[in-house]
């Protein structure tokens, strides 16, 4: 039965994601059980191919959305146990109002066991540090598409520094960024796909234990 609800995610069909986990409750499955064995060995298949020439950005969104639907099945009243491996706040920069690679990131982030506060799009940087500063976050995660938000990008650490939040890490990805270094945005990672971001991300709470 888990292999059937995997090959639903990765095929990206929520109904039948939704249908399978509806199962798998009904036959006793611990709600744990299911995230371990179904959810996060499809989100690990689904990031191999991102490394590889089979990536496919269709096919992540259609995954991405039956994780959720899943998610939303198993914690209908969002009543999910508070993640453990910390809280990441992501935002598009003020000027862009693109979204698609943030509902990305963030439905990665969701399926691997991160509290994911999102500011939306068109988000000034004002309010992206302070809503870091009052979740207590691990780090912001900025995105954009169009390159001129990067001098708002530029911004986020000074002030992040001047409000004493230097443990707070900044993360960028994007169509505007990837052709940018860590050292040229000022941030302390940039992404080529959610995934490098769920890595970097990873790496990070390894080294805080």
């Given at each position: 039965?888990m292999?059937s ?7 990206g069909?929520q ?9 798998l409750l009904?036959?006793?499955?611990r709600r744990q ?10 989100m690990g298949r689904?990031d191999v191919k991102c ?7 269709l096919?992540i969104?259609?995954?991405g959305?039956?994780?959720m ?14 993640p ?7 935002g598009?920069l003020?000027g ?5 690679g943030?509902n990305?990131l963030?439905?990665v982030?969701?399926a691997r066991?991160?509290k ?6 068109d988000?000034?940087v004002e309010?992206l540090?302070?809503?870091a500063?009052q979740?207590?976050?691990?780090a912001?995660?900025?995105s954009a ?6 001098p708002?990008?530029?911004r ?6 001047e409000?004493?939040?230097k443990n707070?890490k900044i ?7 990837k052709?940018?270094?860590a050292?040229g ?6 992404a ?9 991300l990873?790496?990070?709470?390894e080294?805080?234990?």
């Amino acid at each position: 039965m888990m292999d059937s609800l995997q090959k639903a995610l990765l095929n990206g069909d929520q109904d039948l994601a939704v249908a399978e986990v509806k199962i798998l409750l009904n036959m006793g499955i611990r709600r744990q059980r299911i995230i371990i064995e179904a959810i996060e060995k499809a989100m690990g298949r689904l990031d191999v191919k991102c490394t590889v020439e089979a990536f496919n950005l269709l096919e992540i969104m259609l995954c991405g959305r039956a994780v959720m639907g899943v998610i939303r099945e198993l914690y209908p009243n969002g009543s999910a146990p508070r993640p453990t491996k910390g809280t990441v706040v992501i935002g598009t920069l003020e000027g862009d109002v693109h979204d698609l690679g943030k509902n990305i990131l963030k439905m990665v982030l969701v399926a691997r066991g991160y509290k994911v506060i999102d500011c939306g799009r068109d988000c000034s940087v004002e309010r992206l540090i302070d809503t870091a500063e009052q979740e207590g976050a691990l780090a912001v995660g900025i995105s954009a598409l169009i390159t001129t938000v990067m001098p708002q990008a530029r911004r986020i650490r000074p002030m992040v520094e001047e409000r004493g939040l230097k443990n707070v890490k900044i993360m960028a990805g994007g169509g505007a960024f990837k052709q940018t270094s860590a050292a040229g945005l000022n941030v302390d990672f940039v992404a080529q796909t959610s995934f490098d971001g769920l890595h970097y991300l990873d790496r990070l709470v390894e080294n805080r234990q």
